[in-house]
């Protein structure tokens, strides 16, 4: 694979023979984290229908790739769920599915006729996952929410700030992406798992409330040892810690520090010139605003790649703070192909990785309802029932 002017490695289109290959998905067309999901599962090898919306379909952009980088890897047909023919297609393929992937708030599917009930009884086996912010019941189920607003709850977002800010939302990886997306794709594939056993399909209800309350289960231990103050940037783990923490550099870029192990720290010190300071030890909390200023000042004194020179590679627990575009050029993430680029796109590469089975980017996003026929005839329905499809609306 040659590496772009971008610095990422080209990928070329290939039918995957991932993990899950042979694992079907239809995937109700929403946007974040169930898109995410989606492109997880995708990757590594399951055969996924994205149902668009008949009215989104725009043949003007066929034959061009959709740069909506969660889009990747799957097919998109054009669906009018509104109509009875319509309905019936989009059962037909729930009914080939092994699992299904939907981000209404509750009750919305059930209103279209795609409800769990009606699923489940055409195809017993499906594994029907329900993406929402807050769960499919409690006080808040019915109400408006973004990832801000799931985290906030969960008694996450208290915790992502400095001393004496405000709490700062960690962009939407956290709730959308991490409580929501990632919990979605692990649901579905163990709901699969399962049937495969048991011969019987079931519902999964995915929060991005209770997934982000889930990924705090360390803090939560951390607290109840009585060694976390729920005072946000005073711990070791937010910034309270000096040595681990962000500095900005000579040349107005920054480093991050995570030095958090004695032995780690030592060597950061060793290799920073500041062995013999007469500052206090590492956990002496008293001293951590003196040894701050003097980080602060001494990353000052040299560029970021200077420090790279210093401290990269080395056991001091160092990192450059790079941005998006500053990654597709790094030694480490070329080497391995983290990033790659997919017809002009930069993206990220298929995680994890296996060794027998590895998962592939199957195709670029799709446009709405650009693989109707081709997705419909492999799902098992025939020539003539698709022309008629479409001469009814029902199809886009």
Same mark, same amino acid.
């Given at each position: ?211 982000? &309350?889930?990924?705090? +289960?360390?803090? $939560? ?9 729920? #005072?946000? %940037? /005073? @711990? ?123 998962? &592939?980017?199957?195709? +670029?996003?799709? $446009? ?9 005839? #492999?799902? %098992? /329905? @025939? ?14």
């Amino acid at each position: 694979m040659a590496a772009p002017a971008d610095g990422a490695v080209d990928v070329e289109e290939r039918n995957v023979a991932g993990p899950l290959t042979g694992i079907k998905i239809v995937e109700l067309a929403g946007i974040g984290p169930g898109p995410f999901a989606a492109m997880l599962l995708s990757d590594l090898g399951a055969d996924i229908v994205r149902v668009d919306r008949a009215q989104q379909v725009n043949p003007a952009h066929f034959g061009r790739p959709n740069v909506d980088v969660m889009l990747r890897g799957r097919r998109s047909v054009g669906i009018d769920l509104k109509h009875p023919e319509g309905l019936e297609t989009a059962l037909a393929l729930i009914e080939a599915a092994d699992g299904l992937i939907e981000g209404f708030r509750p009750g919305v599917t059930e209103k279209l006729g795609l409800g769990p009930d009606v699923c489940l009884a055409r195809n017993p086996r499906l594994v029907y996952g329900r993406m929402t912010g807050w769960g499919q019941d409690g006080p808040m189920a019915q109400a408006a929410g973004h990832d801000i607003n799931y985290i906030a709850l969960a008694g996450a977002l208290a915790h992502f700030g400095r001393e004496g800010a405000k709490p700062t939302p960690p962009i939407n990886l956290v709730g959308d992406f991490a409580g929501g997306g990632m919990f979605m794709a692990l649901g579905i594939v163990c709901g699969v798992l399962e049937a495969r056993t048991s011969g019987k399909g079931q519902v999964l209800d995915v929060a991005m409330v209770d997934g982000t &309350a889930t990924l705090m +289960s360390m803090i $939560w231990g951390i607290k109840a040892m009585g060694a976390w103050s729920e #005072d946000q %940037g /005073v @711990n070791v783990l937010d910034t309270g810690a000096p040595f681990y923490d962000t500095y900005e550099t000579a040349d107005g870029k920054f480093i991050a520090l995570g030095s958090l192990e004695p032995q780690f720290y030592a060597e950061l010190l060793t290799r920073v010139g500041l062995t013999d300071t007469g500052l206090p030890a590492q956990m002496d909390r008293a001293g951590w605003d003196a040894w701050r200023e003097r980080f602060t000042t001494l990353f000052k004194t040299k560029t970021r790649d200077e420090w790279d020179a210093i401290l990269g590679g080395t056991d001091a627990c160092y990192a450059p703070v790079l941005k998006m575009s500053e990654a597709l050029d790094d030694e480490h993430i070329k080497a391995r192909g983290t990033l790659v680029t997919l017809d002009g796109v930069p993206q990220p590469a298929p995680a994890p990785r296996f060794s027998r089975t590895p998962g &592939a980017i199957e195709r +670029s996003g799709a $446009w709405p309802g650009e693989h109707t026929d081709e997705a419909l005839a #492999d799902w %098992g /329905v @025939n020539k003539e029932r698709i022309g008629e499809l479409r001469a009814s609306g029902a199809i886009a």
